[in-house]
């Protein structure tokens, strides 16, 4: 029971950051590495603000903002100083490693008894002990759940119009008279902040930051999305915000499995990898992409 | 009205590869002028266009419009007062978005893209209209993603969307090449209606010198960066699609084509 709810706790967390990789991977058809980055770098400053007792609320805006920063860093990186998508990910990604390490002032900082948005004074006098283990759950399905709403309005706005179009053909962006490489840079921002606002929530269900956080973030992220958006191509009444969400609970409930069937903790990287590979075989979205991503 | 004037452009300077291509080239377009543009593959119709638009920069020459000197200025704040057809289909529309969805962001060219709905709810009888204009059947398909078109609805499609806002020049760039005959006919058909409605100035590069001949008020053809023939009105009606095409095959034969 403890465990699957871990399972749907971190499963909601992380489809937050899927959001994010969807709008790069899918959307903008950006293959973004800055994820690695930003999704510690919100764990890390949400540590470091909790850990000076903070009110745990404001960590969730100050992590998007500094988020939808370093994706703007990585977009003016490749839109304008010319460098290939993947390189920039990888530049902004290797760089965020050691920020991280300074934001955080050592590795692994633990915030166990401190007041975070699950566990404080206020949270815990609206919830009856009946509920009290699955208060961290009901909040983090609550906050996914907005973030999932907001993400649907917004691309149904002008602005997400254009964003949409931009990874669809870009020349005709530039036809519309807009600079296809800003509406790039917003779309990198908004991605990169849902996937630190991801980090923050993930440090505080955890209650520790750890600077190997990072490892690997994008390859869940991708994994959701292209379980999410291949499963359920053919429902189209859900919305393809939705499958993601879905995809990401598949996914970290497949890694669960691994790890319960009786592979040790530290082998989690390894299947998180291996599972990926599967995933990528199993669907039919790596032809499209191995080219693409030949040419890039 | 639109001037380019001296303008020269070499492609891969400096190296052995190097290749001229206009050299002191000027030409004038008259507001309202239709020109049809006809040429050998590398005689720099497409160049041109490319140099109106701003998708490749000039190495020496300005370009005018209406008399302001547009040469350094970013291609995509040029396109807010031109519209472009492509020769891909595939390049005028966002194939991931529906028909609605992409009228409705050719319709708010010029305007800001902030946070308001994409598609205003007002506009559909509109865009209804608009389609219904085609004869294509579109006005019933406004939900349907632009991908799952045929390469002439697209390009119908395309046109509309250029052609929305409005726009000091409309850009066809071989806009009927990849399309099936009928298709082509059709196009150019609603082109010509568009163009007298809208009474766009208009350049249009074609490989069809039946289209060049039977449409617009005047006719270039381009031979190695310079326009070797042109003639406007009157002198453009005495001219037969059998003449163009000696004077085309005169200068293929040279070239060794």
Request: glycine share 8%; hydrophobic share 45%; charged share 20%.
């Amino acid at each position: 029971m403890i465990l699957l709810l871990s399972v749907f706790e971190q499963g909601l967390i992380y489809a937050i950051m899927a959001l994010g990789v969807y709008i790069t991977y899918k959307i903008l058809d950006f293959p973004d590495l800055t994820v690695d980055g930003s999704f510690p770098m919100g764990a890390a400053i949400t540590a470091v603000l909790i850990s000076k007792d903070l009110n745990p609320l404001i960590t969730l805006p100050i992590s998007f903002i500094v988020g939808a920063f370093i994706g703007m860093l990585t977009g003016v990186i490749h839109v304008k100083l010319r460098v290939r998508d993947l390189l920039s990910g990888i530049i902004m990604m290797t760089a965020l490693y050691t920020v991280n390490l300074r934001i955080a002032g050592r590795a692994n900082l633990p915030i166990y008894n401190k007041q975070n948005i699950f566990d404080n004074d206020f949270v815990n006098s609206i919830f009856p002990q009946t509920l009290a283990n699955f208060k961290t759950f009901i909040l983090i399905f609550i906050i996914t759940m907005i973030t999932k709403y907001i993400l649907d309005w917004y691309l149904h706005t002008k602005s997400g119009y254009l964003l949409r179009a931009v990874g669809d053909n870009d020349s005709i962006v530039t036809s519309l008279g807009i600079d296809k490489g800003f509406v790039k840079i917003v779309g990198l921002s908004i991605a990169n902040g849902l996937v630190a606002l991801s980090g923050c929530l993930f440090a505080q269900q955890q209650r520790y930051y750890d600077a190997s956080f990072g490892t690997g973030t994008v390859v869940i992220g991708l994994a959701s999305v292209i379980i999410g958006t291949s499963l359920f191509k053919k429902i189209t009444l859900l919305r393809v915000t939705s499958s993601v969400v879905i995809g990401s609970l598949i996914y970290k409930g497949c890694v669960a499995l691994a790890i319960r069937m009786g592979l040790q903790s530290t082998d989690l990287k390894l299947v998180t990898a291996v599972l990926f590979l599967l995933i990528l075989v199993a669907g039919m979205d790596r032809k499209k992409k191995v080219k693409t991503d030949a040419r890039a | 009205m639109l001037e380019l004037k001296n303008i020269d452009k070499y492609y891969n300077p400096g190296s052995v590869n190097e290749l001229c291509l206009f050299k002191e080239f000027n030409l004038t377009i008259e507001k309202g002028q239709f020109v049809a543009v006809v040429g050998s593959n590398g005689s720099g119709k497409t160049s041109l266009l490319n140099i109106i638009c701003g998708s490749i920069d000039v190495d020496q020459g300005n370009i005018i419009v209406n008399g302001t000197d547009i040469t350094g200025k970013k291609d995509y704040l040029r396109h807010r007062k031109i519209g472009r057809v492509y020769q891909d289909p595939s390049k005028g529309t966002c194939p991931g978005m529906t028909i609605l969805e992409n009228l409705s962001i050719a319709d708010n060219k010029g305007k800001a893209y902030g946070l308001t709905a994409g598609v205003k709810k007002s506009r559909i009888a509109h865009y209804k209209k608009l389609l219904a204009q085609l004869n294509l059947g579109l006005e019933d398909k406004l939900y349907t993603k632009v991908g799952a078109l045929s390469g002439g609805q697209r390009q119908a499609v395309s046109l509309l969307m250029a052609t929305m806002t409005p726009i000091d020049f409309l850009i066809l760039d071989e806009h009927t090449a990849a399309l099936d005959p009928k298709t082509a006919e059709i196009i150019m058909e609603l082109t010509d209606k568009i163009v007298q409605e809208k009474k766009v100035t208009t350049i249009m590069v074609t490989h069809n010198l039946r289209y060049a001949v039977e449409y617009g008020n005047r006719l270039i053809m381009m031979h190695e960066g310079k326009a070797i023939l042109d003639k406007t009105d009157a002198e453009k009606e005495d001219i037969n699609v059998d003449e163009i095409m000696k004077i085309f095959n005169q200068i293929s034969v040279e070239c060794g084509n």
